[in-house]
Every structure is written in structure tokens, then in C-alpha cells.
């Protein structure tokens, strides 16, 4: 090695294996499949987002109104959405839910 170069550090990972329960004989993973997650969407953030500056911006119309209309311009489904929003616990009382 000369002197202008640098050592090289090699690390060699170890990857392990996550063991799956077994559930009567099949692997859990499809038992968890019936189980939906909680975030459906990625765009419901997004729009959790328009419907806040909609609220600040507009001083006409209810909440529900604006986020009826935010949720129609980005094709959203409401009652996944809606779904999605009680998840959320603290967020639904912004709407009264």
C-alpha cells in the first residue's frame, strides 16, 4: 500500500431470517393478509393537507363541504377516506366524527 492511499475497511453483514409463526400449519403471513393497513392510500396525507389550506383560505362553507370537494378533485374514495380518518383517532374530531 503507498502512502496516499486509505486502508479499506471490509464488514461483512450478517442477514437473518425472521422466523414466521405457523398458524394451523400454514405460515401467518397469509392470516395477515385479511388484515388491512391502516394507511390505504399515500395521497390521503395529500389531501388531509388540502383540506387544511382550503380551511385557512376559505372562510365560506363547512368543513365537510371542503373536504367532499377536496376528496372529488382528487378522486378519492370518501369512505375509505373517512375510514382512514378514524383510524386516526384525534384528527376525526376536526370533523366532528
Known amino acids: 500500500m503507498s502512502r496516499r492511499q486509505r486502508p479499506r475497511t471490509v464488514i461483512e453483514l450478517e442477514t437473518h431470517r ?10 401467518a403471513a397469509a392470516s395477515a393478509e385479511a388484515v388491512e393497513p391502516l ?8 389531501a388531509l393537507l388540502k383540506v387544511a389550506l ?3 383560505r376559505r372562510r365560506d362553507g363547512t368543513p365537510e363541504e371542503i ?3 377536496v376528496l372529488l378533485r382528487m378522486r378519492l374514495s370518501e369512505v375509505d377516506f373517512r375510514a382512514w380518518l378514524a383510524g ?3 384528527l376525526a374530531k376536526v370533523f366532528g366524527e
Not at 425472521?18 to 405460515?27: Q, R, Y
Not at 394507511?39 to 395529500?46: Q, S
Open 18 to 27: 425472521a422466523s414466521v409463526p405457523e398458524v394451523d400449519g400454514e405460515p
Open 39 to 46: 394507511e390505504l392510500d399515500p395521497l390521503y396525507g395529500v
Open 54 to 56: 382550503e380551511l385557512k
Open 67 to 69: 373536504l367532499r370537494g
Open 88 to 90: 386516526r383517532g384525534d
